[in-house]
């Protein structure tokens, strides 16, 4: 897509028509009695990629992974990996290792004991087993802890030895079910670096979940997003953020302001659109509405540039009271008040806040954002 | 803060009152004479020299039951008989019990209360009824034989009531809840998904018992295996109506030897060694159950 860059190498299986999926998800529907925690899902992954699943809480994210773990199988549709279906495979013959969202630590063996076990199954020698538990230790920083039982481990802790654990086998595909949420911010940015240079030095194709969309921003080639069993858009973290499909996608990773329009012209990339009280608003239309249709005019509060004297363009210009401001350290956020009782946030980086004249509460402001950097989003 | 003391001491009264009390009785007992009186023995520190007197009494303890039961082969063959007899016992509801806390444990959840009140059920009638009840099955020309012999599989009656055999069957039968409820308690809140990490890690079901299941099941069949063993030591009832002459079982002995030959001092005697017998495994439990938590 025009104008969105994959930032991470020259990573793009999904974009090469010759490149064969490593997991394919084939129409696959999974029920429990009445409920449809998977609902007609297809999608495809690649040899080593890094892929993060994002959708709220109970929309399908788990139920995914225990299908492609072996755990449960398939109501409808298929599973494949490399071009073979999976359906009957029993999980300790599949090349898949998970890590489990509650963990699942053995309680009766110790820390070293648990990261070796995957290791003993597979009849590992028992000095490269210890050099690799000791390898793992190091990777999670529990150096200290290889003797403790899980019960007398923080949860941060257990959550180092469960991915210790899932990642000591070097497995083919890794999956992740929130690796690293119980983790405080440092320890967690050490980690998600040490995952991502686990998996370019190893190759293993990473599936992770995660609540924290910083992180699938980071890491992650491709973001999924899901809505109640669905995969509602796929795509790498730049184009997800900036062209989301939806309402739905934008809402999910980060903050979208919206204004409801009807569309008045198109002309190439970008659309005119009118809003409620006749303003005059200007986005790009990559889901080509057409004149006459009720759209979203969406842009993210950083797209906004705010001023005291009104800016001079022809249009995407608003006029407010300054309602509330919060100030975050690296941005302040404003929420303006628009004549019509909508609220707009918009951020500012931090680079002059401080100024002599900061703009301050009720303040009457003017907003303006660029055409390129808003969208059109259907209604 | 004086009722939370109040309630640690409890128990400790419970037992002071329902154990300790007794036995000190029968200890006492124990070291005492046999007698031709009402009660059969001569009593030994009575009250009536007051606390002097016990030192006195002291130098008279007779240790004479002790060394008696050494000497009669009689007694040791005895608890020998028991502890093997509770032993095999204990390992074959071990056997049948595990299998079967284990497809409760693993029974779709809805069913798990049926299933945990079948096995409650046989407590709603008396012990005593269900053992007799063995006698109609277990002779020669019982059910069991009759369906033997109907179904073709043997052409004589076999021999099981009054036997060793039939002693087994009613020690199994009667004791199998005690294996099976602690052991379901266990395998019921063992946690599935731990089998699950298992298997992910390459681990085949069969050696995922034994690593994860059988480990974590370890608490559950030790407090199963001591509900059976200590009981069936002691065991009476069942000997006396299953067993034939040759079931040699200490609880009956105790039993000849305070209402037959009327000697209470070395009746008491036995029961004594028996609980001294009965304490090491229960230590040893308690030993194993502290390794546990401070591990
Ligand atoms: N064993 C089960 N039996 C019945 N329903 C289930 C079962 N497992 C999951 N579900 C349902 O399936 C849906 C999806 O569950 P899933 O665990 O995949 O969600 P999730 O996306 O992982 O959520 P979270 O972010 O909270 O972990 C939920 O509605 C859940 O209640
Ligand atoms: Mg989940």
């Given at each position: 897509?025009?104008?969105?860059a ?5 990573f ?5 028509g ?11 529907t999974?029920?429990?009695?009445a ?6 899902l ?9 892929f ?6 109970g929309?399908?994210?788990?139920t ?7 755990f449960?199988?398939?109501?409808e549709g298929a ?9 009957g495979?029993p999980?300790?013959r599949r090349p ?13 063996m ?6 070796a076990?995957?290791?003993?199954q ?13 390898e793992?230790l ?7 802890f290889?003797t ?6 923080s949860g941060?802790q257990?959550?180092?030895v ?19 949420g ?12 040490e995952l ?26 491709r ?6 069993g ?8 730049a184009e997800?953020?900036e062209?989301?499909?939806s309402r ?10 919206f204004?409801p329009?009807?569309?008045t012209?198109t002309k190439?990339?970008?659309?005119t ?5 006749g303003t ?7 889901h080509?509405a057409?004149?006459?249709r ?18 001079v363009?022809?249009?995407n ?7 509330d401001?919060?100030?975050l ?11 019509d009782g ?7 980086l931090?680079?002059d806040?401080?100024a ?9 402001v ?9 969208l059109?989003?259907?209604? | ?11 400790y ?11 000190a009785l029968?200890l ?8 031709i009186?009402?009660p ?19 130098k008279?303890?007779?240790?004479e ?5 050494t000497?009669?082969?009689l ?13 095999v016992?204990?390992?074959l ?12 444990a ?7 209360p ?11 009638t008396?012990?005593l ?14 059910l069991?034989n009759q369906f ?5 599989l ?8 009054n036997?060793d ?7 199994v039968?009667?004791y199998?809840p005690f294996?099976v409820?602690p052991?379901?308690?266990n395998?019921e809140?063992?946690?599935?998904t ?9 681990c ?5 018992f034994?690593?994860v ?21 002691g ?12 079931t040699l ?12 030959n ?11 060694i028996?609980?001294?017998?009965l ?15 401070g591990?």
């Amino acid at each position: 897509m025009k104008g969105v860059a994959s930032f991470r190498r020259d990573f793009e299986p999904w974009n090469d028509g010759s490149a064969r999926p490593f997991i394919q998800f084939d129409n696959l529907t999974k029920r429990y009695g009445a409920v449809t925690a998977v609902d007609r899902l297809s999608l495809d992954i690649y040899e080593r990629e890094f892929f993060a699943l994002l959708g709220p809480s109970g929309c399908g994210k788990t139920t995914l992974m225990r299908v492609l773990a072996g755990f449960e199988e398939a109501s409808e549709g298929a599973v494949y990996l490399e071009g073979e279906d999976l359906a009957g495979r029993p999980p300790y013959r599949r090349p898949v290792n998970m890590m489990f969202q509650s963990y699942a630590l053995f309680p009766h063996m110790d820390v070293a004991k648990n990261i070796a076990f995957g290791l003993k199954q597979d009849g590992m020698g028992k000095g490269e087993i210890t050099d690799r538990v000791a390898e793992m230790l190091t990777l999670v920083k529990m150096e200290g802890f290889a003797t403790r039982k899980p019960d007398q481990l923080s949860g941060g802790q257990r959550q180092r030895v469960a991915l210790a654990r899932s990642l000591a086998k070097q497995p083919r595909l890794l999956l992740l079910d929130e690796p690293l949420g119980a983790l405080d911010r440092k320890l967690r940015e050490e980690t998600q670096f040490e995952l991502v240079d686990l998996q370019e030095r190893l190759g293993i194709t990473f599936m992770i979940v995660t609540h924290d969309q910083e992180e699938a921003m980071t890491m992650a080639d491709r973001i999924a997003v899901m809505d109640v069993g669905q995969i509602v858009q796929v795509a790498p973290p730049a184009e997800i953020y900036e062209r989301p499909a939806s309402r739905y996608v934008a809402d999910f990773l980060g903050d979208m302001n919206f204004l409801p329009t009807t569309i008045t012209s198109t002309k190439g990339d970008l659309a005119t659109m009118e809003g409620e009280d006749g303003t005059v608003l200007k986005a790009l239309n990559p889901h080509q509405a057409t004149i006459g249709r009720n759209a979203w005019f969406a842009a993210r509060p950083e797209k906004f540039r705010i001023s005291r004297n009104r800016p001079v363009a022809a249009c995407n210009v608003l006029q407010g009271e300054v309602w509330d401001i919060a100030y975050l350290g690296d941005l302040t956020i404003y929420k303006v008040r628009l004549g019509d009782g909508t609220f707009i946030k918009a951020s500012q980086l931090n680079r002059d806040v401080m100024a002599d004249d900061p703009i301050t509460w009720e303040e009457q402001v003017w907003l303006h954002a660029d055409p390129q950097t808003a969208l059109v989003l259907p209604a | 803060m004086k009722t939370s003391r109040f309630t640690v001491w409890l128990p400790y009264l419970w037992l002071l009152i329902f154990f300790l009390a007794p036995f000190a009785l029968v200890l006492k007992l124990s070291l005492s004479e046999p007698a031709i009186a009402i009660p059969p023995y001569n009593p030994v520190l009575t009250w009536e020299e007051g606390i002097a007197g016990w030192w006195v009494d002291l130098k008279r303890l007779s240790f004479e039951n002790y060394r008696f039961i050494t000497e009669d082969s009689l007694y040791w063959k005895s608890y020998l008989s028991s502890v093997w007899i509770a032993t095999v016992s204990t390992l074959l509801t071990l056997a049948i019990g595990f299998p079967l806390a284990y497809g409760m444990a693993r029974a779709p959840r809805a069913m798990r209360p049926v299933l945990l009140m079948l096995v409650i059920l046989p407590f709603w009638t008396s012990f005593l009824i269900r053992v007799y009840a063995w006698i109609g099955i277990l002779k020669k020309e019982g059910l069991l034989n009759q369906f033997l012999l109907w179904a073709g599989l043997i052409d004589q009656p076999l021999t099981i009531l009054n036997t060793d055999v039939a002693v087994y069957i009613g020690i199994v039968y009667s004791y199998l809840p005690f294996m099976v409820l602690p052991l379901y308690a266990n395998l019921e809140k063992q946690d599935a998904t731990l089998l699950e990490a298992a298997a992910d890690l390459g681990c085949t079901p069969f050696r995922a018992f034994w690593t994860v299941t059988w480990p974590l099941a370890l608490p559950g069949v030790l407090a199963g295996c001591f509900l059976v063993f200590i009981p069936a030591v002691g065991e009476f009832v069942i000997p006396a109506l299953l067993g034939g002459s040759d079931t040699l079982m200490i609880g009956q002995t105790l039993y000849d030897e305070f209402f037959k030959n009327r000697d209470w001092p070395v009746s008491s005697t036995v029961a004594v060694i028996l609980l001294a017998i009965l304490i090491i495994p229960i230590v040893i439990f308690q030993r194993l159950q502290q390794r546990e938590a401070g591990a």
